[in-house]
């Protein structure tokens, strides 16, 4: 039904916009072995997307209008590219940009908060009653994990490097921190798909475990930051992004609605 | 003395038989030195060219195109990983070859001194530019310098892959809208010419074409290779639809091969001065990235160093 | 102590009279602490204000409203040129004033912390934002302070014409596509608790208020303003064709008087103490041009000391 | 005829990505009043885009075919938002980017060989048999230059300033200095319309010596930089633009391309 499709997009999203801002770093990471560590792990999250995307169109998501006849049967390119802002569901985290300029502790530092809560979700949807969502979730629960430990490796160098290092370690755990809330609120659509979908807020516990035994490995102080409030409590989830959304979907979908009827 | 003779005599016999030169066996210094540059100009290439392809990876039109083209993209940077690698075995260091990259002491191929302007430019360089790279590098499987023989073997490899999934997008564009046909036209005139220079310049204004052969560093000259890359792409454009920027290109039957016009030697001169229109982007660009890592790189070292005490 | 006494009764005189006090007449010190930072943090906002609607300045959907929108954004830069200077007349200095908007310890308009996402935005920006704002500032251009006051009347005309712009953008758009009147009703839904929020707390919450009436800079109370404006929108949205989000919204014909629902103050107090879901960003980004001009002010003290020198 | 058209475009060109740039600084200057000063002269370009990108149209320019119904009526926006980028006809100077990361020297200095540049073709174009042409020009020429005489002290201030603006100048002008030389091609739409367009060659003495005093002034060096090649030999005014100028568009353009059919 209508929150199975709403579910998928929420996650697709998710893995969509937070690939956008890791292949934002191409080109630009510190040494090559990063380079390919973040292309790959922005591989991953692109391809969880497509899957989740597609899903999203076969459960019955509504197709864009303004998407051509071309993409009528690439469900997974109709929703990218020619989806507006307000019908992205994304959370808000995913958004952030690290690139420009260029700071790669907050990249770090999205990337632990985002893989690890991600990885809790899909370690409980690979028991989804829906057999596709328990399926990407159990691919993308070994992906996430190597993501998880890649950005909790180097909060940890970075952390306990040198001391400007751990300075800028902790101001991107600190920028990224108002964001940490939303995550865990329960959305009507998860409430409403019992046993489909996993409710956040069941997973807190972890995230909050994961934190502290990494910052303290790292010797840094895990946030004690209130979260970003909403627009009259409308949030990501809700299709309320930040002011950095619309740039980069602008970006994003450049091309494709240049050419509506186009295939590639 | 004598050893050295004894060795030298070895490092002959070894070219001269088509064995494998290993990191262990001695070699000569400016055998050494000139493998270092030729990889090490190769390793900058792969790294300066993610930047031309790397441009289009957040507007691919398509998720497809852009997983596609984001894996391309980080095979390159893997790539340019063996390659350093191979320096190494030469007793190069990673971080200096770097420092002469970016203060413009080393070169990188000049193509990619080009700008990509559309999202046809990322299939013509997969189809053009992955194309030449080939017919330049499969020769090098063979080089007589083992660790790079084998380093070329997997990077060839991948990069047929990359030059046929090129390819293919340039196909899917041709069935497409009359815009995309335009696109791919258009790209394709941009590209043709620069592609020729990959292989150097003429025969007679290669000086150092002659001693790399004898090492069998080399196995073909640039006019030979240059010569293949023709005779391999005019069909392949024949199947495309597209039509090559050059009204003296015919097949000529006595030879066996297409005749072709022209290359403008002085637009590869100035290019490779650094007049391009990307070279000072493409330099500055990797420059700012590699300064802007560099308390990464420090916190890195300064981690283990603790972690090394600590044990 | 004589002299302070004649001093206070000639400005309890001044204001009771309704004349205004100038720069060189003697004031308490409280008025003047109390001025500078109500003009500071008016500067404040006008400054902070620049980034909601600046942000829409590159993607303005026409030329026109390109311009339009440019204009505005440059018209709050130099209000907040001529608020700073009203409170260099106090005493007060330009640069300490941005130490304290970046650090936290000044505030400025909580309606500014909230995201602008569609270009709708900037014309319900215009038209309730700043109508609101009309309606807080009219009285202020009679306020006791001279400077103040002068500044207040240009800046309300200003204001004025841009509210209009915002309304006219509006209904520009209600005469457009279905897409582009969704954007402004959900715009009005988005904005319009806010602004009524921007005339501070309800007057029994407001405990400042009293002093400030005494000395004539305030002439009504918040709740006063808020129904004024109240008033003056309802039919504005009735002619625009869009519904505001109160479903408690109705004519009161005993108060001559629109009626209207409950505002959730938990909100505005979670604007006001940093928790809005701009107010980091906006901060942030000021201090950040503030950091980053940091040489470009220095060198222009260094070479006008060198000009002083030499001359 | 055509060729007026094109002249047109090129001229309005300029000035719309130009003031593309300058508007990416609003609330980023390093004081308000450069805040008030940036947006001026964004807006007097702005002004002069609109002015000749509407004779563009009128001239017979063709309307981009995306450009919905609604547009037809006002060719400035058609032209503006609805052309792709080979389409567009301004020097690569004004195209690059300064505000990302942030640097106010090289805006200061893309913006004096702007002006410079500009202000000695206006004042040529005043004296255009086309009186529409020679009235805007009239009309340019007063704000420019304010243009020029304000890049002209900032240079002079940061030129002469600390040993770190000094640098920093010199450096903005280096990077600059590689776009200077295809200001005065004469392109062949140029040659074609004489007494209608200036021929820009004419003006590099002037440049040149406006340049040299300005930088004598500022203790700053002339640069000797080759030009920027153009792509067999195709540059701005060709359509051929730099790797930035799909990000600007793609900014630029999103909302106009999204509503095709509306009117603002």
């Given at each position: 039904?209508?929150?199975?499709a709403s579910y998928c997009l929420m996650l697709g999203d998710d893995a969509l916009i937070?690939s ?25 999250l692109l391809?969880q997307a497509r899957l989740l995307l597609t899903r999203a169109g076969?459960?019955?998501t ?14 997974e390119?109709?929703l990218a ?7 992205f569901r994304n ?45 990407i ?128 | ?62 998720l ?248």
């Open positions: 039904g209508n929150d199975l937070m956008h801002r890791l292949q934002q770093w191409c080109t630009r990471a510190p040494e090559l072995e990063d380079e390919v560590a973040l292309a790959n792990i922005g591989l991953d391809g076969k459960a019955g509504a197709m864009p209008a303004s998407a051509g006849a071309a993409v009528a049967d690439r469900p390119d109709a590219f020619f989806r507006d802002e307000h019908e959370i808000r985290l995913a958004e952030l940009s690290s690139h420009e300029p260029v700071d790669f502790a907050l990249v770090i530092a999205q990337l632990l908060v985002f893989a690890t809560w991600r990885l809790a979700l899909l370690r409980r949807l690979t028991d989804s009653r829906d057999p596709v969502l328990a399926a979730a159990a691919k993308g629960v070994k992906e996430v994990t190597y993501h998880r430990d890649y950005a909790a490796q180097w909060t940890v160098r970075l952390g306990d490097g040198t001391d400007y290092s751990h300075r800028r370690m902790q101001s991107g755990l600190d920028a990224v921190w108002p964001y940490v809330g939303e995550l865990f609120d329960t959305h009507p659509v998860e409430r409403a798909l019992a046993d489909v979908a996993v409710d956040p807020a069941m997973s807190r516990t972890e995230f909050d475990d994961v934190l502290t035994q990494v910052c303290s490995a790292a010797t840094l102080t895990v946030p004690d930051i209130p979260p970003l409030a909403g627009v009259s409590g409308r949030k990501g989830r809700d299709g309320v992004h930040t002011e950095e959304m619309g740039f980069l979907l602008a970006e994003m979908q450049a091309v494709a609605r240049a050419h509506p009827e186009a295939t590639w | 003395m004598t050893t050295t003779e004894s060795l030298e005599t070895h490092f002959e016999r070894t070219i001269e038989a088509d064995q494998r030169i290993e990191p262990r066996d001695w070699v000569p210094e400016k055998y050494r030195a000139t493998l270092i540059r030729q990889i090490a100009q190769h390793a900058h290439s792969e790294i300066i060219g993610m930047q031309p392809e790397g441009n289009w990876i957040t507007r691919a039109p398509s497809r195109r852009k997983a596609i083209l984001l894996a391309k993209v980080q095979d390159e940077a893997g790539h340019g990983l063996y390659l350093y690698s191979a320096t190494e075995t030469l007793g190069a260091d990673r971080g200096d070859l770097t420092e002469r990259l970016i203060s413009g002491k080393q070169k990188y191929s000049s193509i990619f001194n080009y700008p990509t302007l559309t999202f046809a430019d990322v299939g013509v360089i997969g189809w053009l530019v992955d194309g030449a790279a080939i017919c330049n590098q499969v020769p090098l499987c063979r080089c007589s310098y083992g660790p790079y023989a084998r380093a070329m073997i997997r990077i060839c490899k991948e990069e047929s892959f990359h030059q046929r999934q090129g390819y293919e997008l340039l196909m899917t564009m041709m069935r497409g809208t009359a815009a995309q046909r335009e696109m791919v036209q258009e790209a394709t005139n941009r590209w043709w010419w620069p592609s020729l220079m990959m292989f150097g310049p003429p025969d007679g204004d290669s000086p150092n074409t002659a001693q790399s052969m004898a090492w069998k560093i080399k196995r073909h000259t640039n006019d030979e290779l240059r010569q293949r890359f023709v005779d391999m792409t005019v069909p392949q454009a024949e199947a495309l639809g597209v039509t090559l920027p050059d009204p003296d290109l015919r097949w000529n039957a006595e030879r066996g091969s297409y005749d072709f016009g022209e290359i403008d030697w002085s637009e590869f001169k100035e290019v490779l001065r650094g007049n391009g229109p990307c070279n000072a982007q493409r330099v500055a660009h990797r420059k700012r990235a590699h300064d802007e890592g560099a308390w990464v790189r420090e916190a890195a070292a300064a981690h283990a160093r603790k972690h090394r005490e600590a044990a």
